[in-house]
C-alpha cells in the first residue's frame, strides 16, 4: 500500500514561516499529481496547492505569493513540501497532503488517492 507521513506543522505569529513535508511510500511508480488541503473545524477541507507530476503547480489565490509547493524524488520515497511565508491568522487550519494514483493496470490495486493524517498549523495575531 502507499503510506504518508506528514510534519512541519506548528505554532508561529503572523508573517512567520513555516514548512511542512509529506514523504509517500510504496509504490511510488503508481504516484502522480501531490496535493496540500486544509480544514478548520465545522468547515469543509479546502484546496490549498497542487504539483502535478509534469511540475506544473496550482495554488489557490489565498496563498498566492506566499506558498510554494515543491516534491523530490529520491528512490523509495516522493515527498511533497509546502514552503508557507508571511503566515496569516487565517491560515490556522489542519494541513493534509494528498497523493493521487495512476490509472494504469499496475497500479489497479491501489485507491484512487491517498490522504495523509494532517499536520496541525497555528498562527497567532
Known amino acids: 500500500q502507499v503510506q504518508l507521513v506528514e510534519s512541519g506543522g506548528g505554532s508561529v505569529q503572523a508573517g512567520g514561516s513555516l514548512r511542512l513535508s509529506c514523504a509517500a511510500s510504496?509504490?511510488?511508480?503508481?504516484?502522480?499529481?501531490m496535493s496540500w488541503y486544509r480544514q478548520v473545524p465545522g468547515k469543509e477541507r479546502e484546496f490549498v496547492s497542487s504539483?502535478?507530476?509534469?511540475?506544473?503547480?496550482?495554488?489557490a489565490d489565498s496563498v498566492k505569493g506566499r506558498f510554494t509547493i515543491s516534491q523530490s524524488v529520491a528512490g523509495a520515497k516522493n515527498t511533497v513540501y509546502l514552503q508557507m511565508n508571511s503566515l496569516k491568522p487565517e491560515d490556522t487550519a489542519k494541513y493534509y497532503c494528498?497523493?493521487?494514483?495512476?490509472?494504469?493496470?499496475?497500479?489497479?490495486?491501489?485507491?484512487?488517492?491517498?490522504w495523509g493524517q494532517g499536520t496541525q498549523v497555528t498562527v497567532s495575531s
Open positions: 504539483i502535478r507530476s509534469s511540475g506544473a503547480t496550482i495554488y
Open positions: 510504496g509504490y511510488t511508480k503508481c504516484m502522480t499529481d
Open positions: 494528498k497523493i493521487d494514483i495512476k490509472p494504469l493496470i499496475t497500479c489497479v490495486h491501489l485507491l484512487p488517492s491517498y
